[in-house]
């Protein structure tokens, strides 16, 4: 075992299975929600895309969506890095690939915050 | 040498040449099964649900960036490579989600035989493409009735 497990992970697995597992089962309802908002949304023009994203409890749900869902990718991309990316390449993949989900993230929060403020502006 | 566990695959052929021996499991031993498939399926679709998350947050971050931004969001969303797109995405999501409710009962120790996987494979497989297939086509109509209202009703 001690050789095996030389790139880190010895001690993470079971934490990573149930961070895995608990994000999935959150991800249940707040997809589900977003399938809802996805139907209304289609086709929508600006005023009504800023107008339903930029309500308060939407943007909320938005946040925890975004949130959640790059969370659960970003654990499940690392583990199709490590079983694929091996040597040298391994460190610099696993950094981008919990860089690219947070930026990711902290984009979608942005807009989502940026869109509740726009949208304050359009109704006052 | 970039592994050390590379030492392991050296071997040699009948010849005396050095070759590379395969790592295990080696893919291209097995037949390809219902099962195997809805497992690598399983995490393409994962990745491919990632990707349309990101391209959904470009949507969002293009709202919020001023109206003519969102205007090319949309001739995006409107074209046909977009809305082949956002099927793709709808049917990774979908597939992914089912696949991790199935997880999810295998966690439990429930369905692992091997004619209980078989059986829920297929089940799976036709849940996934009726609700994937009903959700783009239930998008792909809220999106013509909201035309058609915007219009007026005249095309």
């Known amino acids: ?124 | 040498m970039q592994d050390v566990r590379e030492a392991f695959y050296v071997g040699s052929r009948s010849d005396g040449t050095l070759t590379r021996r395969p790592m295990s499991p080696h893919l291209q031993v097995y037949k390809m099964r219902l099962s195997m498939f809805m497992s690598i399926a399983s995490r393409v679709t994962g990745v491919v649900a990632t990707a349309g998350a990101a391209l959904a947050v470009g949507w969002l971050a293009a709202l919020a960036w001023s109206p003519a931004a969102f205007a090319r969001a949309r001739k995006v969303t409107g074209s046909v490579p977009g809305q082949v797109i956002l099927a793709g995405w709808i049917l990774s999501l979908v597939w992914h989600m089912v696949g991790g409710l199935r997880h999810f009962l295998w966690d439990t120790g429930h369905r692992y035989q091997r004619r209980a996987i078989n059986r829920d494979g297929r089940i799976a497989l036709g849940v996934i493409l009726l609700t994937a297939a009903g959700l783009t086509g239930a998008v792909a109509g809220v999106s013509r009735m909201r035309a058609v209202a915007r219009t007026g009703g005249v095309r």
């Open chain 1, 1 to 124: 075992m001690g050789s095996s497990s030389s790139a880190g992970d010895r001690h993470s697995g079971t934490g990573h299975w149930i961070a895995e597992r608990a994000s999935a089962a959150a991800l249940l309802p707040l997809t589900g929600w977003f399938a809802v908002q996805m139907l209304r949304l289609s086709g929508a023009d600006y005023d009504e895309a800023v107008e339903q994203n930029g309500r308060p409890g939407h943007a909320a749900m938005l946040m925890l969506l975004i949130g959640t869902t790059f969370y659960h990718a970003e654990g499940g991309l690392q583990v199709i890095a490590d079983d694929y990316v091996h040597g040298a390449a391994r460190k610099p993949v696993r950094i981008a690939i919990r860089a690219g989900m947070a930026g990711l993230a902290l984009t979608g929060l942005v807009s989502v915050l940026r869109v509740a403020g726009l949208r304050r502006r359009l109704t006052s």
